[in-house]
């Protein structure tokens, strides 16, 4: 959204009318992955070596670290992209929201507002349905309203029985896919490989991005430094509403962190 959380403070307070305020290195407490996360199947070993290396400097600069059990604790809460609990499809999907996406509401639509434009065009060549955008079975909306307000109480409870303002991980945890003549692949993309395992790259990508969007928390990502000359982000969560506090954690640990430099043109 910007070069620099600051930009972004400001583009929030144009909106919301809150000041994030200005925090201390010694006032910030947050909450990061315990050991076990780094080794698990999905971590390149060179982002895991950057976001800890960042952890290491906030630590220097007087922030107080937190371990979690970052996939028992957070992930335990959403799920995965292909395994989500049912808070995180009811958050996917609002409560009990309808119509789901599919072709036949996108035909629907392009009828209405796009008449020129066909389905065909729109996905021109890609697999129309998939089981991950199939339309969910969802409980009443007594239930769902109960499965999300346990969802919310789990994650709060993160934040407060740790003391912490934030949740750090990285943003994603393998460096930047390459772009393909011939765009991705569907659904997920090509098979890479981590730690000798095959993955799905799109799964690996998003594995952490839907963490805080399920949760309607706040969310902040900033460079934390390159491997193998590409961009490494560092990923902060905050409880929901806590949008201002989070710019102001964002903009002290950018101060520490430093500035990427910019990419060399060839």
Not at 11 to 17: E, N, Q, V
Not at 69 to 79: A, W
Request: hydrophobic share 40%.
């Amino acid at each position: 959204m910007a070069r620099t959380v600051s930009d972004v403070a400001f583009l929030d307070a144009m909106i919301t009318g809150e000041q994030a305020p200005m925090i201390e290195p010694r006032a910030i407490r947050i909450a990061i992955p315990s050991p076990e996360y780094w080794q698990g199947d999905s971590v390149d070993e060179g982002v895991a070596k950057v976001i800890q290396e960042a952890f290491a400097k906030l630590r220097a600069a007087g922030c107080q670290l937190v371990e979690l059990d970052f996939n028992r604790e957070v992930r335990g809460i959403v799920g995965t992209l292909v395994d989500p609990t049912p808070v995180t499809v009811i958050g996917a999907s609002g409560l009990n929201a309808l119509p789901y996406f599919s072709a036949e509401n996108m035909a629907k639509w392009l009828r209405e507002n796009a008449p020129n434009v066909t389905v065909d065009q729109m996905y021109r060549g890609r697999p129309k349905t998939h089981p991950l955008l199939a339309a969910p079975k969802l409980p009443p909306v007594d239930e769902q309203i109960k499965i999300v307000n346990e969802g919310a109480r789990r994650y709060a409870e993160i934040f407060r029985s740790k003391g912490v303002a934030a949740i750090a991980f990285p943003t994603v945890p393998i460096p930047a896919i390459p772009l393909r003549p011939g765009g991705p692949k569907e659904p997920f993309g090509e098979t890479i490989t981590i730690r000798g395992k095959p993955l799905e790259e799109g799964k690996v990508i998003l594995e952490n991005l839907f963490v805080a969007p399920r949760m309607g928390a706040a969310g902040l990502s900033l460079p934390a430094g390159m491997t193998r000359g590409l961009p490494v982000g560092l990923e902060l969560d905050a409880p929901p509403g806590k949008d201002s506090e989070l710019l102001g954690i964002g903009m002290a640990i950018e101060k520490i962190l430093g500035r990427l430099p910019p990419p060399p043109l060839k």
